[in-house]
């Protein structure tokens, strides 16, 4: 029974960039550029963009996705996400995808379905990456994590974490929002209260740590950028587009 279900969360409100999910980068809309990257995975044996907007529920339905109409009163993707696992029984693992990484690759979407069918008890998985420059690191908008010898996250943080006393060749890891879940393990984390350290950092994986569950991270050469502003998807419709052009010359 070790079915992999894949869930997009996507809303249309957003403080930064209101109907993010359906802007359109290089012709197609945001959320579109994602389900295609993750309809090329192996290892998902479904896949559904959860939503409570009908603008978004029947742009996905013209492009072909699978849709899930949940509660406009979730306070997060995650509380989405578990509003489809409960009713998805038949899955052992539960990813959380985020909607606005145009760029993931489906390798690493595959490559935490196979470390939760690994065998070995992981509860969550993740993953990061190092930051290409360092002082990236100094942003409170991209998310940092520390991790310990067996890769398992030790804190995660908006602050650059870990701090050098010393000059030194530091590797700041930074933490991509992707998640694979164990169904239950999804199904008791949305039942927990926020907890101290994730309402200070405003940052829910914490609230794992906080319960005493490990979070295993996959950590990669390099991350997908993700899209929080109108000018971070000006960016990345030039990459597309170089992209594409490339691919079509070779």
């Known amino acids: 029974m070790n079915k992999a279900l894949g869930v997009i969360p996507?809303?249309?409100?957003?403080?930064?960039?209101?109907?993010?999910?359906?802007?359109?980068i290089a012709d197609k809309p945001l959320l579109q550029h994602v389900w295609q990257r993750c309809q090329t995975a192996k290892?998902?044996?479904?896949?559904?963009?959860?939503?409570?907007?009908?603008?978004i529920a029947e742009a996905a339905f013209k492009w072909g996705a699978e849709v899930a109409l949940t509660s406009p009163r979730h306070r997060s993707g995650t509380d989405r996400v578990a509003e489809?696992?409960?009713?998805?029984?038949a899955f052992s693992f539960v990813l959380n995808i985020q909607g606005d990484e145009p760029l993931l690759d489906p390798r690493l979407i595959d490559a935490v379905v196979e470390?939760?069918?690994?065998?070995?008890?992981?509860d969550i998985v993740t993953a990061a990456h190092p930051f290409q420059n360092p002082s990236e690191a100094e942003s409170p908008h991209q998310n940092k994590v520390v991790i310990d010898r067996h890769n398992c996250a030790l804190y995660f943080s908006r602050s650059v974490i870990p701090y050098s006393a010393k000059p030194s060749?530091?590797?700041?890891l930074r933490h991509q929002g992707i998640y694979g879940f164990r169904r239950d393990v999804l199904l008791q984390f949305v039942k927990w209260k926020p907890s101290p350290l994730e309402r200070a950092e405003s940052l829910e994986q914490l609230r794992a740590l906080e319960n005493g569950v490990k979070v295993h991270?996959?950590?990669?050469?390099?991350?997908?950028?993700?899209?929080?502003?109108?000018?971070?998807?000006?960016?990345?419709?030039?990459?597309?587009?170089?992209?594409?052009?490339s691919a079509r010359s070779g």
């Open 169 to 172: 060749r530091v590797r700041y």
């Open 84 to 89: 489809v696992a409960r009713r998805a029984k």
């Open 10 to 24: 996507a809303r249309w409100s957003s403080t930064r960039f209101p109907g993010k999910p359906l802007h359109r």
């Open 43 to 55: 290892n998902l044996d479904r896949l559904i963009v959860a939503t409570d907007d009908m603008r």
């Open 217 to 245: 991270v996959l950590v990669t050469k390099h991350g997908s950028p993700g899209v929080d502003t109108p000018a971070d998807a000006k960016s990345l419709e030039q990459k597309l587009v170089r992209a594409q052009q």
């Open 115 to 122: 470390k939760l069918r690994s065998g070995v008890k992981i």
